[in-house]
């Protein structure tokens, strides 16, 4: 089975930094798509950004040039460095490997 457990959340200003991360147990991790969501209240859970197995990283344009994913297979850990954060980033944070999901991390940004 696997376990996704996120971290660093927290309360930020507008503007401030965060570095979220990943950790996921060691199954298979390095062969699947790591992928963050997140999910504001009142609102639908939306896709952030995708790190492949390759390295290679997407993102949604509302965080394009803020946010950062990359991988640390070694680590078996994701991170998400959040940069330039806004009131509109406030959201549960979730890490998603296939079928499995963490319980997310609030980040909440004061304006």
């Known amino acids: 089975q696997v376990q996704l457990v996120e971290s660093g959340g927290g309360l930020v200003q507008t503007g401030g930094s965060l570095r979220l991360s990943c950790a996921a147990s060691a199954r298979a991790f390095r062969d699947y798509t790591i992928r963050w969501h997140r999910q504001a209240p009142e609102k639908q859970r939306e896709w952030v950004a995708a790190?492949?197995?390759?390295?290679?990283?997407t993102y949604n344009d509302s965080v394009k040039g803020r946010f950062a994913i990359s991988r640390d297979s070694a680590r078996n850990t994701v991170y998400l460095p959040m940069n330039s954060l806004k009131p509109d980033d406030t959201a549960i944070y979730y890490c998603?490997?296939?079928?499995?999901w963490g319980q997310g991390t609030q980040v909440t940004v004061s304006s």
């Open positions: 998603q490997e296939a079928a499995y």
């Open positions: 790190v492949t197995p390759a390295g290679a990283t």
